[in-house]
């Protein structure tokens, strides 16, 4: 029974992946890469993988896809023009070749892979009491491994930095995106206004339990920010102007008490991002918290787009 | 009484998944976007509302059993605010065409 369920999602996950790349639209395509993002969630969570899935369906499936849907709806006015000058059938044919031939070899590799597969997970069950967090992926991200957390941060910062490049000279340091209307007694506006409370409660949960069962501040951080775009498209607040000073240092907060506590641990227990003995706990969270309104900041930011007018209302 | 617990699970849940095929099946077959929003929202609600009333004898806890249903009125809720969005496109698109 099991088998026959498996084959048939993993059937429908190559068929939204074939769909996604031959859509003739890209809207068509974004819609199969969302499906495909919340099925592929749904495989994580049959996997066990429960933080993989939930990072999946809230950045993989939800924000990309938001982010992609607003890139497809600019470029619509384009798509015609750009599709008459699309290469020819030789290039397509190679490019299905090199594809194919990338596919084949990274199934290669999957399968030549000793069983059981080299894993640190023993190491990491041994001295993860040391960390004084429960969940495993947390004490990954941010004690054994918070060197590369801490440049997926530094990795969103440029992103917004490079959303905000393609701002027009004249509206730096004004408000991104359009100004939304909506009536306000309207049911768009009666839905921004009820589901933020909920959905701040649960961003919030999401982010607190992360010490402990699966979750964490990437995915509690894309549940706030999705409130936030919900309140800001249904026309009931403005975005910020992208000059003011409580934004900017919202945006760096995160990195740089991360980089801080790293540079610490340098002076005490001796190398970058080590926590001292019986402090690791705090710090970890202390690095979780700053980081907080950064990601929302930033998750929101990207989506809301490069300024397109002033600082004025 | 376990016995009898599972069966209902297995009754309700059942027919949640048949409501749920006759949504898939009406958003394939109804002919515009204002009746496949009707089998679709009519159809899932009545769906993950019997699935999740199936699931509650099995969760164990009162607490679990809880989460549960506010899933279901999460998703009542957003899904009857987006058809209504959807629908208002649509006529929007109507009028313009």
Known sequence: MTIVVNSGVVFLLLALALWTVVAREAFLAIVGFVAYGLLLALVWVSLSGIDVALT????????????????????RATET?????????????????VSAAVAVALALCVLVLPDPAPTLAHEVAADIDATGVGNPITAVLLAFRAVDT??????????????????PDGFWGGRPGMRHRANPDGIFGYFARVLPPIGVIVGIYIFWTGADHPGGKFQGATILATMWMLVLMAGLADA????????????VVGPLVFIAIGLAGVLVPGAFLAYPAGFAKPLIIAIEVALMPTLVLILGLLLAGAPERGARP | MSVLVDLFTCLSVAAGAFFYLAGSVGLLRFPDAYTRLHALTKADNLGLALVVLGLLPQMGGVLAGLKLVVIWLLVLFSSAAVSQLIARAARRREAGA
Do not use: D, K, N
Request: proline share 4%; charged share 15%; with cysteine.
């Open chain 1, 240 to 251: 910020p102007p992208i000059g003011r000073r409580w934004l900017r240092i919202g945006l």
């Open chain 1, 150 to 167: 801490l440049l997926e941060a530094l990795v969103l910062v440029i992103a917004l930095i490079g959303v905000w490049s393609l701002t």
């Open chain 1, 56 to 75: 999946e369906a809230a950045i993989g499936g939800g924000l990309t896809g938001a982010l992609l849907i607003g890139a497809a709806a600019r470029l």
């Open chain 1, 81 to 97: 023009e750009a599709r008459a000058q699309a290469c020819g059938r030789p290039t397509r044919v190679l490019a299905l070749v």
